[in-house]
């Protein structure tokens, strides 16, 4: 990859924030038709639905996960946060595949050294296989 490459960007389907808006609605409306009084019910239904608003409220604010361009990698960082992995931090990319249920998940890790970053498709936008073979491609040859 060479200076005038332009950025690339991994980000968080738009689809999945508004299914997740969705689904806290929906626990909502469970806990208010079956707490049958019970105060109980409707605090853990609101705290479930109160927690998967918060995790669609970051694909919001952070859609973009991952991005490649000359200098590095940037990745997210804590709820919202950016971080750059110059290539030199970069030790490894590589991708994870478990069978599991009798699916198979992948997960793109990128190993920095001191730090482990996991993505998977739901992160990505992509499989982690594709993203993978791109940041390899980039990767300046050492």
């Excluded at 924030?17 to 009084?37: I, R």
């Amino acid at each position: 990859m060479n200076e005038t490459t332009p950025v690339r960007q991994w980000r968080v389907p738009s689809s999945l924030p508004a299914a997740k808006l969705a689904g806290a609605a929906l626990l909502v409306a469970l806990g208010l038709l079956f707490a049958d009084g019970d105060p109980v019910r409707l605090a853990v239904a609101a705290l479930a639905a109160a927690g998967l608003a918060s995790w669609a409220v970051r694909d919001l604010v952070a859609p973009v996960r991952l991005a490649v361009d000359p200098a590095g990698l940037t990745v997210i960082h804590g709820f919202a946060g950016r971080r750059l992995l110059p290539w030199s931090a970069v030790e490894a990319i590589a991708v994870d595949r478990r069978p599991r249920l009798g699916l198979t998940s992948e997960t793109l890790e990128i190993d920095a050294g001191n730090s482990l970053h996991l993505f998977g498709r739901y992160d990505l936008g992509a499989t982690p296989e594709e993203v993978a073979a791109v940041l390899r491609a980039a990767r300046p040859v050492r």
